[in-house]
């Protein structure tokens, strides 16, 4: 992270080096499991990505190649294997024209793939050249928004929504140590005027007291329905970088928790080769 003349942040993340990796795994498996239940009823719902990204990303790219992280994640999934979330490699498979990963879908991507012409969704991505690629992958409509602004700002000013249905995806890139709890006050003071949507809150496990204080807020928030799930790939270090990395969604689909508790372990065995790096808890009872 820097600053510019003006003292405002500049941003340094750039997902692009990450894509497809262990977290992203988790995360978009959960955005689709929450995408194929609102799909379920004719009713039009709203996708609000408040941190978008670039929204597709090439394999072959040099950013990708530099880490090849996802050859940590999706590169060790095997479809055959899991049948279960056939719906998240049906996202994948829809922007690659053989079997082989050329692109790897962001949120953004994953949600343009589900949306129906009844549907919206708006995406917001503040970094400039990010902002451009995403303009570039996810073309501008009727029905979807991409917006170059502070994704939370935005947030707290579409709720509630027209349908109030709606995924609200929350995947920051915590490069600004107050955002993990900038991000539970936003959703805090989004829930106090919508508290029928569905976020899903994505954070890594850098330190796991950052992440018990994000728990400690959220249970003592007076919001309820609230799930965590977690995958790793080793266990809980100071100063090694992220280990794990979970999503807490709040009025998660009745179904989510118990396909996830059967999901986790088979996940976490494939990509860590360790059946026990997962975490599947209600944090706030309905
Ligand atoms: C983890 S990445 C998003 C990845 C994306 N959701 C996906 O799954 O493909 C976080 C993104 O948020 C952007 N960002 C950071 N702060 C932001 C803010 N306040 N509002 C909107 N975007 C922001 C960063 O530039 C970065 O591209």
Same mark, same amino acid.
């Given at each position: 992270?820097?600053?510019?003349?003006?003292?405002?942040?500049?941003?340094?993340?750039?997902?692009?080096?990450?894509?497809?990796?262990?977290? =992203?795994?988790?995360?978009?498996? @959960?955005?689709?499991?929450?995408?194929?239940?609102?799909?379920?009823?004719?009713?039009?719902?709203?996708?609000?990505?408040?941190?978008?990204?670039? #929204?597709?990303?090439?394999?072959?790219?040099?950013?990708?190649?530099? $880490?090849?992280?996802?050859?940590?994640?999706?590169?060790?999934?095997?479809?055959?294997?899991?049948?279960?979330?056939?719906?998240?490699?049906?996202?994948?498979?829809?922007?690659? =024209?053989?079997?082989?990963?050329?692109?790897?879908?962001?949120?953004?991507?994953?949600?343009?793939?589900? $949306?129906?012409?009844? =549907?919206?969704?708006?995406?917001?991505?503040?970094?400039?050249?990010?902002?451009?690629?995403?303009?570039?992958?996810?073309?501008?409509?009727?029905?979807?928004?991409?917006?170059?602004? =502070?994704?939370?700002?935005?947030?707290? #000013?579409?709720?509630?929504?027209?349908?109030?249905?709606?995924?609200?995806?929350?995947?920051?890139?915590?490069?600004?140590?107050?955002?993990?709890?900038? @991000?539970?006050?936003?959703?805090?003071?989004?829930?106090?005027?919508?508290?029928?949507? @569905?976020?899903?809150?994505?954070?890594?496990?850098?330190?796991?007291?950052?992440?018990?204080?994000?728990?400690?807020? $959220?249970?003592?928030?007076?919001?309820?329905?609230?799930?965590?799930?977690?995958?790793?790939?080793?266990?809980?270090?100071?100063?090694? #970088? *992220?280990?794990?990395?979970? *999503?807490?969604?709040?009025?998660?689909?009745?179904?989510?928790?118990?396909? *996830?508790?059967?999901?986790?372990?088979?996940?976490?065995?494939?990509?860590?080769?360790?059946?026990?790096?997962?975490?599947?808890?209600? $944090? @706030?009872?309905?």
């Amino acid at each position: 992270m820097a600053f510019n003349k003006e003292n405002t942040i500049l941003l340094s993340y750039r997902h692009s080096f990450h894509a497809g990796n262990f977290a =992203d795994v988790i995360k978009h498996i @959960v955005q689709v499991e929450i995408l194929e239940h609102l799909l379920k009823k004719d009713k039009p719902f709203e996708y609000i990505d408040t941190h978008a990204g670039a #929204g597709l990303f090439s394999v072959k790219s040099d950013d990708m190649q530099k $880490l090849q992280e996802y050859n940590n994640g999706i590169g060790k999934l095997d479809s055959n294997n899991f049948p279960e979330i056939s719906r998240y490699f049906e996202a994948i498979q829809a922007y690659n =024209d053989t079997k082989n990963l050329e692109f790897y879908p962001g949120s953004p991507a994953i949600a343009k793939h589900f $949306l129906r012409s009844h =549907d919206r969704a708006w995406m917001y991505e503040l970094h400039p050249q990010d902002f451009k690629h995403l303009s570039n992958n996810i073309a501008q409509s009727r029905k979807i928004k991409v917006v170059q602004d =502070d994704g939370l700002k935005g947030l707290n #000013g579409l709720v509630p929504t027209p349908s109030r249905r709606a995924l609200i995806l929350i995947d920051p890139s915590y490069e600004i140590k107050t955002e993990y709890e900038l @991000v539970i006050d936003s959703v805090i003071k989004a829930y106090g005027k919508f508290s029928t949507g @569905v976020y899903a809150i994505w954070y890594p496990v850098v330190e796991r007291n950052t992440i018990n204080m994000m728990e400690r807020k $959220l249970k003592n928030s007076g919001i309820t329905n609230i799930q965590q799930f977690e995958l790793g790939i080793a266990t809980d270090s100071s100063g090694r #970088g *992220m280990t794990s990395s979970g *999503m807490f969604v709040i009025n998660p689909p009745w179904t989510l928790k118990d396909k *996830m508790s059967s999901l986790l372990p088979k996940l976490a065995q494939t990509l860590a080769g360790n059946p026990e790096l997962f975490k599947c808890n209600i $944090l @706030v009872e309905e």
